[in-house]
């Protein structure tokens, strides 16, 4: 295993990690709008 694929496929799971990290969050904002506006 080369190191420029090791760092290639090192750079798509951090490009995942940071995707799911946001869609996490944007889902966590969404419901804390939701239950703070309907409390």
């Given at each position: 295993m080369s190191?420029?694929?090791f760092k290639e496929s090192k750079s798509?799971?951090?490009?995942?990690i940071q995707f799911v990290c946001?869609?996490?969050f944007r889902n966590y904002k969404v419901?804390?709008?939701i239950n703070v506006g309907s409390a």
């Open positions: 190191s420029a694929s798509k799971i951090f490009l995942v946001k869609h996490i419901y804390y709008l």
